[in-house]
């Protein structure tokens, strides 16, 4: 029987078992965790703890407690532990000695707060380069006034990380614990060296860790209101990271997620359900089903963010969809990154209505996806700003098969720029990328004026490959203004630069797009394009036009999408393509004459003088005339 979840403590407590079966009982408002877990050194809330979590340890030093060795500091103004408090690899700042057996001690300070279950391995990084003769050092750890020390490591005469194990905590012989970490005071190090200068430009704690959820949680359609975090360096959203089970039935409404703000070369997941979810190789495959999230998340410089989720590795996702604000680098409207490792990935019937604003990497739907497992059903509404790889459904494709997908949203670009209405680019050693019946109608267009390379296409803005491989446009179409001034701006009515550098350009086949609405009378800005033909918006709107390709496409009565084609599942319909096409009404059944949806006064005028009776239309709607003579009987 499942665990009933009443409020926001009890969902926090899952983190104490996460292998749990769990079910809210009534709608959860969790206003309360914009005042959880203050931390002093950063001055702010870092609100709830994420639900298992996948993240970087990082201490660094906060003060000089004892130096030996004439160490001498690089500029020399500054107190000594100034030149290694962050992450630094420049040498513009250094502490440096010549005199064998020199040693230091540095306080540290806390800059995360670790999940209570962690266990996890502890390195001392020690960025250090030697001038001349030979040179070793090691690291030490203080623990309750007692130092331990590495084992030494040989100095390079090029700046290189100094990797200083501590596999297991030295009062334990285990693993280190939040409450083993909690612990250090200080960190150390010492050097052996001959006819040599040494020199350390920072040095801090270092070490990932891992902590798994693997339960059920059931929302039954039932509200997560106001959640705040706010972590600088794990894997956050409700859940951190995601490793088996199934999450199901859940509205995250109005969240405020921030993660990754501080970038020391680790990557971030962000999303308002979940940070990360990954199958691991072997097990059942976790599910995701009718989940939606609104609010806001943002991810820093080393960051993946999604609306609902950060990334989904080799999961079934499906009903689910985001309204969020999405900002960051790495970021999509729905997912982050789709990713597919063990061959399984099944995401459909999901959408993202929300807005993305990128440095990178940009989507509607997704920032990046490399999966050649099936995509399909899906669309994306929200805008995408910014610079990078952007595009309305998705911002950079490596591995893809996408079918029966739309994005509708407005790209506007900086500079830099690889823009298209669906995808932003397609990149590299990509062997199997397969798009089809799928369209794109927003426009795509640089903000300003730009001297940097830009490439821009009403469906793609560029695909560049370096390998052989299986890769298709089929059955797909755009009709959005394509628009940019610049140097070095590629513009296509379709598709911004097909590269053929390397002798594998994209190829197409029954592609159009809307000469009128785009501006442009190239399908491609550069390269390759045949199998893109392009139409007038009148032609676009036409039946022919497409049957006469060989799509599959049927006319309806239902009048949708501007007259343009759109796909059979938005009505709920079978078969893959359908177009607006005005049918008569059917013939009376006593005259079989049409019935005329609208007949005018005139008309009855002139039948009743020439026909000498009367005309009119019955309640049922039928066309009824009436003699002025009287019948023999």
Known sequence: MATKIYNVYDLQNINNALSGDYELANDIDASATSGWNYDDSLGQYLGFSPIGQYGTLYRFPSSDISSSGS?????????????????????????????????FLCGIKTIDYLPPNVSMAITVKVPAKRIGGTASLRASVRLLGTEYWSGWKTVNTSTSAMLCSFTTCPLTGLPWTASDIALIDAIGVEVQ?????VRITSCWIEGNYVVKFTGTLDGKGHKITNLYINRPYCTCGLFGYVTGGSIKNIIMQNVNITSGTFSYGYWHWTGALAGRIYTDSGEPVVTVTNCSSSGDVTVGSNGVAGGLIGEACDIEMHNCHSSCTVTGHIVGGLVGSITEYDGYLDIHDCYATGNVTSDYQGGGFAGNTEASTPLYSCYATGSVNGSGALGGFVGIIYR??????????????????????????LQYSSEYINIEDCYARGSVQLDSPTMEWCELGGFAGSSYFSVEGNRTIRNCYCAGLVNGIGEDVWLGGFWGRNDDIYGYPMTFNACFWDKDISTQSSATGYGPSIGITGKTTAQMKARPTFTNAGWDIAATNTSRNDGYPFLAWELGKSGTWLIYEYTPPPLSPRNQRPVQDKVTLEAIRNIEVTAGGRFFVDREGRAVYRSRYARNK
Do not use: H, R
């Not at 290694?84 to 000695?97: C, F, H, K, P």
């Open 400 to 425: 893809c098969n996408i079918s029966k997908c739309f994005a509708i949203g407005n790209i506007l670009g900086t500079s830099l720029l690889s823009g298209g209405g669906f995808v932003g680019a």
């Open 193 to 197: 060296l001959s006819s040599s200068t």
């Open 71 to 103: 160490w001498i500091l690089y500029p020399e103004d500054g107190i000594f532990y100034t030149k290694l408090n962050s992450e630094d690899w420049s040498m513009t700042d250094y502490v440096q000695t010549s005199v064998n057996g020199s040693k």
